[in-house]
């Protein structure tokens, strides 16, 4: 049984910076990709990046490049959310995320199977 368990979020002032942390355990083998996914109330959740397992590369969705930063710590099997500069609008519930019965690495944060229970992150004004 695939668990998935966000830490880190918090409440902070604009301008100010997070790290969340993602435990993962129960993989029967280590996914492709490792997804970090928000959501704020009342719309969809949306993706902010994907880390790819096997070259430790990196995949932001538009507009996230360069605040948020996702690393791995595949000896703690940990996944890392760095965000700097925050703002109100990155208020929202952050999800750590996977899909390791599926091949590569899905784009549609429909395909995603695997969910931690989220962490929230507030920033005020």
């Known amino acids: 049984q695939v668990q998935l368990v966000e830490s880190g979020g918090g409440s902070v002032q604009a301008g100010g910076s997070l790290t969340l942390s993602c435990a993962a355990s129960?993989?029967?083998?280590?996914?492709?990709?490792m997804y970090w996914v928000r959501q704020t109330p009342g719309k969809e959740r949306e993706w902010v990046g994907r880390f790819y397992t096997d070259g430790n590369y990196t995949f932001y969705a538009r507009g996230m490049k360069g605040r948020f930063t996702i690393s791995r710590d595949g000896a703690k099997d940990t996944l890392y959310l760095h965000m700097n500069n925050l703002q109100p609008e990155d208020t929202a519930m952050y999800y750590c995320?996977?899909?390791?019965?599926?091949?590569?690495?899905?784009?549609?944060?429909?395909?995603?199977?695997?969910w931690g229970q989220g962490t929230q992150v507030t920033v005020s004004s």
């Open positions: 129960g993989y029967t083998r280590t996914p492709f990709c």
């Open positions: 995320a996977s899909a390791s019965s599926r091949p590569g690495c899905p784009s549609s944060v429909a395909d995603l199977s695997e």
